[in-house]
């Protein structure tokens, strides 16, 4: 009995691991895609509120095309930062214009708020923009007060619409965002969106190559890793897996000459020459890897498997499993201690962090009880403090890595997915999955100084000059 039982759970579990397969929203293909960024409003907007009903592209051949909103009431409460306004896939070829629909406008006045004339029809603003095939276009709208309220008590909308050049590549930081299939590209000096790629299906770990200014990025739902030239801020080729692969993480040595993907779907680890695109054998591990962690020497990398509770360690070299060790219930995550002589490892089932000692020894040294749900950690090496992310909480646990005592909780409003730290800046870039955002925050005051949208169920955060 309990033999059937268990494999009506197996078989249910599989059922739905293809129903989520297959309910993955397709690529492009014919189309293209445009994603539109509000810029913040001005001071003088502070008493101004007012809903839009409606926004469509206009093609230069007259076609007007609806797109999606991401939020309908404006106020400067609302859009004192960049702000994500409105997507939609629509054919390639010139645009001309947006068609906005207003629905209401208030003013705040010394009787209160006071009702504004607004246009009956949808009012044209005239941009141009061109809109690729299988490529995501942005665009930049300002909000312009003065010429937007007139005479006290009329409204009509009026924005200045920009499309941006590239970014410096220096100064760039992807997020790769699973459920919408594109990478937000933005600047991580200023904290704001500059770009959006479309990718193909659930993108989710990415790998750097700081040097080759190279990324690489696990295509889950294509069973293939894209590879993105971050000068130019474009997909340069695909390579390609196994059929059911389902590549989650990506982990790339430091010389940048092997790139090893974690394959949930088959439960394997493929070795692939990045520099020629090509796959170059796969190895087996335990049940339902999720993560991987490369040592600093790229000699040995750590996979967690969430089903068999286990690490695989995986010798780079001679491309085979060294050794497995024990681990805690759930999928996990590890960072090394700055000296590379210690693994810190979180599980999100498992109310314990692990410290570990690297291969050969694989000792368990110490086991910290920090509660249950922890689902993300990154080390900063310059204070050797350790920042967790719990899946519920909301807040960024800042502890010290000796004693493991938490010093501190950063309040984010949400759940943090995955973190990384910025060398440059000195700020800790958090992805905030509920808010569908990303928060800067800086590591000498601890607080978040800065948020921008990013997109649907947002996974990674990588960055040129991160540490």
Known sequence: MRICLALTAIAFLLTGCQMQRSALKPSLEDQGEVYLYLRPFPQEADKLKFKLTQLSAIKDDGGEYPLSLAFSDFSREEVKRQRFLATGQLPPGNYVALAVGVGGATLLGEEGEERLLIPEKPVRLECRFTVTKKKATFVSLAFNYDRSVTNGFSFTPVFSITVPGKPVTGLVGYVSNTADNTLTIFDKQYCEVVGIIATGRSPMGMAFDQQRRIAYIALAGEDAVEVIDLNLGEIISRIRLHSADSPRELALTPDGKTLLTVNSGSNTVSVVDPLAYLELT?????????????????????????????????????????????????????????????????????????????????????????????QSIKLDTHTNLLYTGRRYGGGVEIYEPTTLIRIETIRTGGSII???????????????????????????????????????????????GER
């Open 282 to 374: 796969r190895i087996q591990v335990g049940n339902d890897p999720t993560s991987i962690l490369m040592d600093p020497t790229g000699s040995k990398a750590y996979v967690f498997n969430n089903f068999s509770q286990n690490i695989s360690v995986i010798d780079v070299a001679s491309r085979s499993v060294a050794t497995t060790a024990p681990a805690e219930p759930g999928s996990a995550r590890g960072q090394f201690g700055t000296n590379g002589d210690i693994i810190y490892i979180i599980f999100d089932m498992s109310p314990y962090l692990r410290l570990m000692s690297p291969f050969p020894s694989l000792a368990l040294q110490q086991r910290y009880l920090v509660g249950m749900g922890m």
């Open 418 to 464: 995955y973190m990384n730290i910025d060398n440059e800046m000195n700020n800790l870039f958090a992805v905030n999955r509920e808010k569908k955002s990303v928060q800067a925050i800086n590591l000498v005051s601890r607080e978040v100084i800065a948020e921008f949208d990013v997109g649907s169920e947002p996974y990674w955060v990588d960055m040129m």
